[in-house]
Protein backbone atom coordinates (compact mmCIF):
# COMPACT_ATOMS: atom_id res chain seq x y z
CA UNK A 1 0.00 0.00 0.00
CA UNK A 2 2.10 3.79 -1.05
CA UNK A 3 1.27 5.99 1.81
CA UNK A 4 1.07 9.64 2.05
CA UNK A 5 2.47 12.58 4.06
CA UNK A 6 1.45 15.91 3.63
CA UNK A 7 2.98 18.88 5.18
CA UNK A 8 3.45 22.57 4.59
CA UNK A 9 0.14 24.22 5.71
CA UNK A 10 -0.56 27.19 8.01
CA UNK A 11 -1.87 30.88 8.57
CA UNK A 12 -1.85 33.33 5.82
CA UNK A 13 -3.37 36.36 5.31
CA UNK A 14 -5.31 36.73 1.84
CA UNK A 15 -2.92 37.22 -0.96
CA UNK A 16 -0.22 35.30 0.84
CA UNK A 17 1.58 32.27 -0.40
CA UNK A 18 1.87 28.63 0.82
CA UNK A 19 4.07 25.79 -0.58
CA UNK A 20 2.15 22.11 0.26
CA UNK A 21 3.93 19.00 0.12
CA UNK A 22 3.30 15.02 -0.06
CA UNK A 23 5.82 12.46 0.71
CA UNK A 24 4.98 8.99 -1.03
CA UNK A 25 6.14 5.91 0.54
CA UNK A 26 5.51 2.09 -0.25
CA UNK A 27 4.51 1.82 -3.65
CA UNK A 28 6.11 2.81 -7.35
CA UNK A 29 5.75 7.08 -7.21
CA UNK A 30 6.35 7.48 -10.79
CA UNK A 31 3.44 5.58 -12.12
CA UNK A 32 1.42 7.33 -10.34
CA UNK A 33 -0.90 10.25 -10.88
CA UNK A 34 -1.16 12.27 -8.21
CA UNK A 35 -4.38 14.98 -6.95
CA UNK A 36 -4.93 17.90 -4.49
CA UNK A 37 -7.86 17.13 -2.51
CA UNK A 38 -9.48 19.76 -0.16
CA UNK A 39 -12.12 19.66 2.34
CA UNK A 40 -13.94 22.64 4.29
CA UNK A 41 -16.01 22.02 7.36
CA UNK A 42 -19.79 20.58 6.06
CA UNK A 43 -18.43 20.60 2.52
CA UNK A 44 -17.82 17.37 0.26
CA UNK A 45 -14.16 16.49 -0.16
CA UNK A 46 -13.11 18.45 -3.81
CA UNK A 47 -10.70 17.75 -6.35
CA UNK A 48 -7.96 20.41 -6.73
CA UNK A 49 -5.87 19.51 -8.97
CA UNK A 50 -4.16 16.47 -10.34
CA UNK A 51 -0.76 15.30 -12.07
CA UNK A 52 -0.26 12.65 -14.11
CA UNK A 53 2.96 10.18 -14.09
CA UNK A 54 3.84 12.24 -17.50
CA UNK A 55 3.13 15.56 -16.35
CA UNK A 56 -0.09 16.48 -17.68
CA UNK A 57 -2.01 18.96 -15.04
CA UNK A 58 -5.51 19.34 -13.92
CA UNK A 59 -6.99 22.34 -12.29
CA UNK A 60 -10.31 23.23 -10.57
CA UNK A 61 -11.34 26.32 -11.91
CA UNK A 62 -11.55 27.80 -8.50
CA UNK A 63 -7.48 27.58 -8.29
CA UNK A 64 -6.82 27.97 -11.83
CA UNK A 65 -3.73 31.16 -12.22
CA UNK A 66 -3.06 30.44 -8.71
CA UNK A 67 -2.18 27.27 -7.55
CA UNK A 68 0.68 24.67 -8.94
CA UNK A 69 1.24 21.63 -8.79
CA UNK A 70 4.35 19.71 -9.84
CA UNK A 71 6.06 16.48 -9.12
CA UNK A 72 9.89 15.48 -7.99
CA UNK A 73 9.75 11.56 -8.39
CA UNK A 74 13.62 11.52 -7.72
CA UNK A 75 12.13 12.71 -4.54
CA UNK A 76 9.06 10.87 -4.78
CA UNK A 77 6.87 14.30 -3.85
CA UNK A 78 4.19 16.50 -5.60
CA UNK A 79 3.89 19.77 -4.39
CA UNK A 80 1.28 22.51 -4.42
CA UNK A 81 2.40 25.92 -5.08
CA UNK A 82 -0.34 28.40 -3.75
CA UNK A 83 -0.64 32.05 -4.56
CA UNK A 84 -3.00 34.49 -4.61
CA UNK A 85 -4.74 32.82 -1.43
CA UNK A 86 -8.46 34.03 -1.13
CA UNK A 87 -10.68 33.30 2.12
CA UNK A 88 -12.39 30.15 0.51
CA UNK A 89 -8.92 28.69 0.23
CA UNK A 90 -9.68 27.95 3.89
CA UNK A 91 -9.67 23.49 4.31
CA UNK A 92 -7.83 20.58 5.09
CA UNK A 93 -5.60 19.67 2.02
CA UNK A 94 -5.16 16.23 1.24
CA UNK A 95 -3.07 14.48 -1.53
CA UNK A 96 -4.05 10.96 -2.72
CA UNK A 97 -3.56 8.99 -6.14
CA UNK A 98 -5.41 9.99 -8.78
CA UNK A 99 -8.57 8.75 -8.80
CA UNK A 100 -8.85 8.06 -5.07
CA UNK A 101 -10.21 4.47 -5.55
CA UNK A 102 -10.07 1.75 -2.36
CA UNK A 103 -7.46 4.55 -0.57
CA UNK A 104 -7.01 5.75 2.71
CA UNK A 105 -7.25 9.12 3.71
CA UNK A 106 -4.54 11.13 6.02
CA UNK A 107 -5.03 13.52 8.44
CA UNK A 108 -3.86 15.99 6.10
CA UNK A 109 -2.40 19.40 6.44
CA UNK A 110 -4.67 22.81 7.44
CA UNK A 111 -4.95 25.56 5.17
CA UNK A 112 -6.42 28.92 7.06
CA UNK A 113 -6.44 32.01 4.67
CA UNK A 114 -7.68 35.05 7.29
CA UNK A 115 -7.13 38.19 8.16
Known amino acids: QVHFVESGGGLVQPGGSLRLSCAAS????????MGWYRQAPGKQRELVAT???????YYDNSVKGRFTISRDNAKNTVYLQMNSLKPEDTAVYHC?????????WGQGTQVTVSS
Open 96 to 104: NKHPPYRVV
Open 26 to 33: GGIFSLIA
Open 51 to 57: ISSSGST
